[in-house]
């Protein structure tokens, strides 16, 4: 194994061993291949869904997949094409820190589709990452509430009898 060695070394081994090893070896480095991933839009979705659906986005390029964008047209939405290709823009300029658009939008039939490449993992910076605070009350706030009400609640001075 080591003939530059002195003495040179050698190991005894099964050869049959040692090319089930390589042929996995190569298995392995052939599995990393990108899939496609989907993602289906529709022109009239709100902002919140926009946001959720571009964050699965970016979790797919982040993880080295292509993407394939959709955006459906249904019924009257059919007469606003230019519209879906407008959304379709936005989409694209919103992804530009993950991907790269490979073709641009195109219509085919009641939908317009494009697929999205990740640019190289040094470039990739997440815009629509995942927030996580926790959600905190201002205290001084209440306080300040409860001090400034000296009078008697109206409904609980009926029921006691004090008017005032």
């Known amino acids: 194994m080591a003939p530059t060695a002195n003495p040179p070394v050698c190991r005894?081994?099964?050869f049959g061993k040692f090319k089930y090893e390589l042929t996995k070896k190569e298995k392995e480095s052939k599995h990393s291949t990108s899939k496609i991933k989907e993602i289906k839009f529709r022109v009239k979705i709100g902002t919140h869904d926009y946001e959720t659906k571009?964050?699965?986005a970016e979790e797919f390029l982040e993880k080295g997949n292509k993407l394939k964008m959709v955006l459906q047209f249904r019924g009257r939405e059919n007469a606003h094409k230019d519209?879906?290709?407008?959304m379709m823009q936005k989409i694209i300029k919103d992804l530009e820190t993950m991907a790269l658009?490979?073709?641009p939008?195109?219509?085919?039939g009641r939908a317009v589709g494009m697929t999205m490449s990740p640019l190289p993992a040094a470039k990739r910076k997440r815009k629509f990452a995942k927030i996580?605070?926790?959600y905190v009350?201002?205290?001084?706030?209440d306080h300040d509430d409860e001090e400034g009400d000296e009078g008697e609640d109206p409904v609980n001075a009926e029921e006691t009898g004090?008017?005032?």
Do not use: N, T, Y
Not at 83 to 86: H, P, S, T
Not at 137 to 141: I, R
């Open 12 to 14: 005894i081994a099964d």
């Open 54 to 56: 571009l964050r699965h």
């Open 83 to 86: 519209l879906g290709i407008a």
């Open 101 to 103: 658009a490979d073709m």
């Open 105 to 108: 939008p195109k219509l085919v």
């Open 132 to 134: 996580e605070e926790e």
């Open 137 to 141: 009350e201002d205290e001084e706030e």
């Open 162 to 164: 004090h008017a005032g």
